[in-house]
């Protein structure tokens, strides 16, 4: 089973901030999710990504298959970025369909 | 165009009961999955079916969860004699395929509450 760690578990930032959150795996993987989760609101994918880099506006995902660690970084942060965080990886191997979860960085960003 | 939608939103129910809870997947996708996300835990997965057929059941926590899918797009997962261990956010996802490439689209979750 493979075992999902994120970091840190809470972040607080002032706007304007950079902001990494961090993820790594313990068995290898098809792909990683990142994903969002606004209080009391559904989840939104971010990121999926197997390989490299990502850029999505303010939002940047990196991953490195040979350290089993992927990033997430926000640039000039804003309130409005103020949510939980959540990797997910797909395990690969013939079979392997279900996401296993990290257990999410919840973020806060003040004004 | 529609994305995956749940109903109910909330359920309350007494200890005992049984439940069904409902996902409507995106037109078109073949892949569906269930998760529960329980208070202070992260998300853990349940089933996922590839059209109607479920090949993987190992998530399903006891013989007391059940899941349906038919004619390759409603999903239906069942609880019998609900615990309060049950009450939890569960949610559906569906992707146009199984496999690395699919991008898996989330519902807005049906929040079950146990009494």
């Known amino acids: 089973k493979n075992e999902v760690e994120q970091s840190p578990q809470n972040l607080t930032a002032q706007e304007g901030e950079f902001i990494t959150i961090n993820c790594s795996y313990s068995?290898?993987?098809?792909?990683l999710h990142w994903l969002q989760q606004h209080p009391g609101g559904g989840i939104v994918s971010l990121f999926m990504?197997?390989?490299g880099k990502k850029k999505h506006g303010r939002l940047i995902a990196t991953i490195n298959i040979q350290e089993k660690h992927s990033s997430l970084h926000i640039t000039a942060s804003h309130p409005r970025d103020s949510a939980v965080y959540i990797c997910a990886v797909k395990n690969s191997g013939a079979g392997s369909y279900q996401l296993t979860f990290g257990k999410g960085t919840k973020l806060s960003v003040i004004p | 165009g529609a994305g995956v939608s749940q109903s109910p939103s909330n359920k309350v129910t007494e200890k005992g009961k049984d439940v069904e809870l409902r996902c409507d997947p995106i037109?078109?996708?073949?892949?569906l999955y269930w998760y529960r996300q329980s208070l202070g835990q992260g998300l853990e997965f349940l089933i996922y079916f590839q059209g109607n057929s479920a090949p993987d059941k190992s998530g399903l926590p006891s013989d007391r969860f059940s899941a349906e899918r038919t004619g390759g797009s409603v999903s239906t997962l069942t609880i019998q004699r609900t615990q309060q261990e049950d009450s939890a956010v569960y949610l559906c996802?569906?992707?146009?395929?199984?496999?690395?490439?699919?991008?898996?689209?989330f519902g807005p979750g049906t929040r079950l509450t146990v009494t």
């Open positions: 037109s078109g996708h073949t892949a």
């Open positions: 990504l197997s390989s």
């Open positions: 996802a569906s992707s146009l395929g199984l496999g690395s490439s699919y991008e898996q689209y």
């Open positions: 068995v290898g993987i098809s792909a």
